[in-house]
């Protein structure tokens, strides 16, 4: 089992429509969990994170977590052709507070 | 968050040759790390600087492979040491203000081997 799983993709939405991306980690220990987008040919941007059970949310972006069935999410409201890239959910556990990333899905919003 | 930058950019080097790559960040971090993303993949981390010693390895990297210094808290350095083509990649510095604290990303190196 993957410690960090995401669906490859490509998930494709219209634009003006949310984009629900998910991802499941396997250390029951886990701490905190982050959403990185990467365009392609650039490095990855951190745009959320989450330390507690719940949602998060900062602009169009919600970031829900729930630690009992050891998945994250994150929802882009309002899609825009822009947000068109690469998400990568990451999860940091261990005492050596390790972050491990997924393999990453790629969006595409369609005008 | 801090501002890193990395050089080269990219580089494009012979079969057997080595290439050091910089990450200067412009504020002290506790935490540096180097990863590597090839082609169509997601990140594996190659190692943690450590400053003042020796780099924590990953398993499957070594250290006369990919030998790292961090002399102070804003600059490290990655070796790839006698590249093959598989060592073609994205090279991507990466740090920490803190233990529990978020982590960010230069913009990277991308090297071809040929």
């Known amino acids: 089992q993957k410690e960090v799983e995401q669906n490859s993709g490509p998930l494709s939405v219209p634009e003006g429509a949310i984009a629900s991306l998910n991802c499941t980690y396997s250390?029951?220990?886990?701490?905190?969990f982050f959403w990185y987008r990467q365009y392609s040919g650039k490095s990855p941007e951190l745009i959320m994170f989450?330390?507690?059970?719940g949602d998060k949310e900062d602009g169009r972006f919600t970031a829900q977590l729930n630690k009992a069935s050891q998945y994250v999410s994150l929802l882009i409201r309002d899609s825009q052709p822009s947000d068109s890239a690469t998400y990568l959910c990451?999860?940091?556990?261990?005492?050596?507070?390790?972050?491990?990333f997924g393999t990453g899905t790629k969006l595409q919003v369609i005008p | 968050s801090a501002v890193i930058s990395q050089k080269p950019s990219r580089d494009i080097c012979q079969r057997g040759t080595s290439l050091t790559i910089q990450c200067q960040v412009d504020?002290?971090?506790?935490?540096m790390f180097w990863y590597r993303q090839q082609p169509g993949q997601s990140l594996t981390l190659i190692a943690t600087?450590?400053?003042?010693?020796?780099?924590?390895?990953e398993s499957g990297f070594v250290i006369d492979k990919f030998p790292i210094s961090r002399p102070n808290l804003t600059f490290s350095t990655l070796t790839v040491s006698n590249m093959s083509p598989e060592d073609s990649s994205i090279y991507l510095c990466?740090?920490?203000?803190?233990?529990?604290?978020?982590?960010?990303f230069g913009p990277g190196t991308r090297l071809t081997v040929t």
């Open positions: 990466s740090v920490r203000d803190s233990f529990d604290y978020e982590q960010y």
């Open positions: 250390d029951r220990g886990s701490q905190s």
């Open positions: 989450i330390y507690s059970n």
């Open positions: 990451a999860v940091r556990s261990g005492g050596y507070q390790k972050v491990t």
């Open positions: 504020s002290q971090v506790t935490m």
């Open positions: 600087a450590n400053q003042g010693s020796e780099a924590t390895y």
